[in-house]
């Protein structure tokens, strides 16, 4: 990590990776980056790949739960762009589980 919060991994091609974000007292974040099916005229060029990992202070043992066991982000070789891409979809309805989960917690 830098000053600013950003870092840099260096991954080989054809395997998935999981990416661990941890901090005592906060929920624990983590992403899947599947790098298989890179075609060879790519491999080289580098990837940028901007995510938001803040960490929210762990106050809910169900949103606790659910992302120890589900990524908050799945990134993966979209041949149709021709580019990594994210699964947009999966992290929206993770999101709304969580936000779910949170308003539970705070019914009387």
């Known amino acids: 990590f830098d000053a600013h919060g950003n870092y840099l991994v260096e991954m080989s091609f054809e395997n998935q990776y ?5 901090s005592p007292y906060h929920y624990t974040k983590f992403l899947k980056i599947d790098s298989r099916g890179i075609p060879d005229s790519l491999i080289g060029l580098g990837y940028l ?3 938001d ?3 929210a202070k762990n106050e809910n043992e169900s949103v606790n739960d659910l992302l120890n066991q589900n ?3 799945k990134a993966f070789m979209n041949a149709t762009i021709g580019d990594f891409d994210w699964d947009l979809e999966y992290t929206d309805s993770l999101k709304a589980v969580i936000k779910e989960l ?3 917690s705070e019914l009387p």
Do not use: N
């Open 18 to 22: 999981e990416i661990r974000f941890e």
């Open 49 to 51: 790949m901007p995510t």
């Open 53 to 55: 990992m803040r960490l």
């Open 71 to 73: 990524p908050i982000g």
């Open 102 to 104: 949170e308003s539970e």
